[in-house]
C-alpha cells in the first residue's frame, strides 16, 4: 500500500485570481500616472487673457501690443490747434514793438505779444487762426478804440468780446465772437470788416487788450 504524499498542490483558480489582482494593481498605477500628467498640462481650451491659479495674465493689457497706448485718443479734440508758442508761427518782421496786437492779412493770424521779461525783444503769449470778413484793413499801425461785450455785428449775427480798431474808412474794422459760432463769408457782396475769432481765443484778446492797445496788421 502506496504513503500519502506530504505536497500539496494549489488549486489553478487561486493562481488566475492572483494574476488578475496584479493585473488591476498595475492598470491602476498608469490610470493614476497618466491622470496626475494631465493635471499638470495647461489646458488648450482657455481662453486667452484667462488668469491661471498663480493670479498671472496669460493674456495681453491694453498697451501691450508695440506702439499700442491705451490712453491715445483720450479726451482730445481731433479739430483742436496744438499751442505750439508761436514756434511754428513766428511774429512776422516789422511789427512794432512793446505790448501789442498783430493781425496778418496773409496768414490770417492773430498774434498776442508783451515784452520779454528781461526787457529784450518781445515773447508770444499766444497766437491763433482767425477768419476775415469781406474787406480787410490796410496794412499799418492802429489802435483800440472800443471794447464792446455784446452786439449784433454789421452782418446781422450776434456778436461778443468785440475789439474795434481805429482804421479808416467808411467800414468799421474789429475783432469779435459770434455766439452761434459762425464765420464771415468774405465772398459776400456785403462790405464788412468783422475779423472773427473762436470763443476762448476771443477771451483772450478781451483779458489781453484795452482802449488805447496797438494794434498792427501786416499784409
Known amino acids: 500500500m502506496a504513503r500519502g504524499s506530504s505536497e500539496t ?7 488566475v485570481s492572483v494574476l488578475t489582482v496584479v493585473a488591476l494593481a498595475v492598470v491602476g ?3 493614476y500616472q497618466a491622470s496626475a500628467a494631465q493635471d499638470d498640462a495647461p489646458s488648450a481650451s482657455s481662453p486667452a487673457g484667462e488668469q491661471s491659479a498663480d493670479g498671472q495674465d496669460g493674456g495681453h493689457s491694453p498697451g501691450d501690443e508695440p506702439g499700442e497706448d491705451p490712453d491715445e485718443g483720450i479726451g ?19 511789427s512794432g514793438e512793446g505790448k501789442r496786437v ?5 496768414d490770417q493770424r492773430v498774434w498776442l505779444v508783451d515784452p520779454a521779461d528781461d526787457g ?39 456778436i461778443e468780446n468785440v475789439i474795434g480798431f481805429d482804421a479808416p474808412g467808411a467800414v468799421v474794422f474789429g475783432f469779435s465772437t459770434a455766439t452761434d459760432g459762425s ?21 483772450a484778446m478781451w483779458e489781453f487788450t484795452e482802449v488805447g492797445t496797438p494794434v498792427v496788421v501786416v499784409p
Open 29 to 31: 498605477f498608469f490610470a
Open 102 to 106: 498783430v493781425y496778418g492779412l496773409g
Open 9 to 15: 498542490h494549489a488549486s489553478p483558480g487561486v493562481f
Open 120 to 158: 529784450l525783444g518781445d515773447e508770444i503769449a499766444t497766437t491763433y487762426p482767425v477768419h476775415r470778413s469781406s474787406v480787410d484793413p490796410d496794412p499799418g499801425s492802429y489802435l483800440v478804440s472800443a471794447r464792446t461785450e455784446r452786439i449784433t455785428g454789421s452782418d446781422g449775427v450776434p
Open 183 to 203: 464765420t464771415p463769408d468774405p465772398e459776400s457782396t456785403t462790405p464788412t470788416g468783422g475779423i472773427r475769432q473762436f470763443a476762448t481765443d476771443g477771451e
Open 76 to 94: 482730445e479734440d481731433p479739430d483742436a490747434e496744438a499751442d505750439d508758442g508761436g514756434e511754428e508761427h513766428p511774429l512776422p518782421a516789422d
